[in-house]
């Protein structure tokens, strides 16, 4: 079964600093999605960035960028000129494609916090 | 921009009581998904549901559990005899089926969330 593993429960960063969340996953697929979502204290989920695995490229959206490494079933976010509205739970999900429907697996998420 | 929405934003209800989730999703999708966060934890899939049926679950939706689309805009989780243990946020999410493959196709849109807690 795909597995969606992030192993910093918390992470700090310095305003206007950058950071780096990990994410790593397991898949016997070729071709799939993977996403990072940010959740505030309200809990909405927002997709912050998306990445197809048969790109090379890393996706990018503005500060926010990743580095994708299929071989090694990694994903991390970097967050570039850390502000203090990124302060956030930041889960990474794949998207699964078993049984013949797309549901998203998460994992458990990483806490944020940008310190002034 | 279209969004997913969600109706109540809280619930609070009594153990034993039935309770109904509402979600509008995004007027030309035709999956939708339900998801638990039990707080502090991470985000689990529930089920998902196209052309009028369930077409996955996950084992933590039991037969206390249904959904329905019971018209043509809302799409509903009922949980009929509530425990302590379903008190967490529950997201409605839909996707769409396009005519041909984008970065976006099938992407999961969510609703902001119903907090719901049982006392």
């Known amino acids: 079964a795909q597995t969606v593993t992030q192993s910093q429960p918390e992470m700090s960063v310095q305003e206007a600093e950058t950071v780096t969340l990990s994410c790593t996953y397991d898949t016997s697929e070729s071709d799939y999605y993977l996403f990072w979502y940010k959740q505030p204290p309200s809990r909405q989920m927002i997709l912050v960035i998306r990445?197809?695995?048969?790109?090379?490229q890393n996706a990018t959206e503005n500060r926010f960028s990743v580095n994708f490494q299929k071989a090694a079933k990694s994903f991390s976010l970097k967050i570039s000129d850390s502000q203090l509205g990124d302060a956030a739970m930041y889960f990474c999900?794949?998207?699964?494609?078993?049984?013949?429907?797309?549901?998203?697996?998460f994992g458990t998420g990483t806490r944020l916090k940008v310190l002034a | 921009e279209p969004e997913v929405t969600q109706t109540p934003s809280h619930q609070v209800t009594q153990m034993g009581q039935e309770v109904i989730l509402r979600c509008v999703p995004i007027?030309?999708?035709?999956?939708f998904y339900w998801y638990r966060q039990i707080l502090g934890q991470k985000v689990e899939f529930l089920v998902s549901?196209?052309?009028?049926?369930?077409?996955?679950k996950s084992e933590i939706f039991d037969d206390q559990f249904s959904v329905e689309r019971p018209d043509g805009s809302n799409f509903t989780l009922k949980i009929r005899s509530t425990k302590l243990e379903d008190s967490a946020m529950y997201f409605c999410a839909s996707s769409d089926v396009p005519p041909f493959t984008t970065p976006s196709s099938y992407e999961q849109y969510f609703g902001p969330g119903t907090r719901l807690t049982v006392t």
């Open positions: 990445q197809e695995a048969y790109k090379q």
């Open positions: 007027s030309n999708h035709l999956y």
């Open positions: 999900a794949y998207r699964d494609y078993t049984s013949g429907t797309y549901k998203y697996i």
């Open positions: 549901f196209y052309n009028n049926e369930i077409s996955e």
